[in-house]
């Protein structure tokens, strides 16, 4: 699947393509990771939140290193339980990732342009001295 440089994608499954949207879900990343489609480098907002649907939920953050560009991503309302795969996307600006399953605030470190960070309805046991090298 194939969109404009500004477009933005949704998981919906319900939107395949509407309006030129293009639908990127946690199976079209992770087949693009072997079949290297070249447009997914151009995504700069990503949203993968599952409130509501009744597909599975994503558990694990994985295979992102083929949007690297992301300055948006949105992993809502999943069971995600740990902070990873993010380390390669070094543009990412705003990530959401409440109402997951989260204890533990980890693996930030390599996202130095990040500004706003939502982990909120987590079940965070402690927030770490080293989140404040995060700030700009």
């Given amino acids: 699947m194939y969109?404009?440089?500004?477009?933005?994608?949704e998981?919906?499954?319900?939107?395949?393509?509407?309006?030129?949207v293009c639908v990127?879900?946690?199976?079209?990343?992770?087949?693009?990771?072997?079949?290297?489609?070249?447009n997914l480098s151009r995504v700069q907002?990503?949203?993968l939140n599952r409130k509501g649907e009744k597909i599975s939920k994503i558990r694990k953050i994985e295979n992102l290193s083929v949007v690297p560009n992301l300055r948006e991503l949105s992993l809502s309302y999943?069971?995600?339980v740990k902070i990873e795969?993010?380390?390669?996307?070094y543009n990412l600006v705003e990530l959401n990732l409440a109402e997951n399953?989260?204890?533990?605030?980890?693996n930030l470190e390599s996202l130095r342009a990040l500004e706003r960070l939502n982990l909120s309805g987590n079940q965070i046991e402690r927030i770490p001295e080293d989140i404040k090298l995060l700030q700009r």
Avoid: M, Y
């Avoid at 998981?11 to 395949?16: A, E, F, G, L, N």
């Avoid at 795969?85 to 996307?89: I, Q």
């Fill in 85 to 89: 795969g993010l380390g390669r996307l």
């Fill in 78 to 80: 999943n069971a995600i």
């Fill in 101 to 106: 399953a989260i204890k533990v605030i980890e």
């Fill in 11 to 20: 998981s919906s499954p319900s939107r395949v393509r509407s309006r030129g």
């Fill in 3 to 9: 969109a404009d440089e500004e477009e933005r994608f």
């Fill in 45 to 47: 907002e990503l949203n």
């Fill in 24 to 38: 990127i879900t946690p199976e079209l990343i992770a087949s693009s990771a072997r079949t290297s489609i070249p």
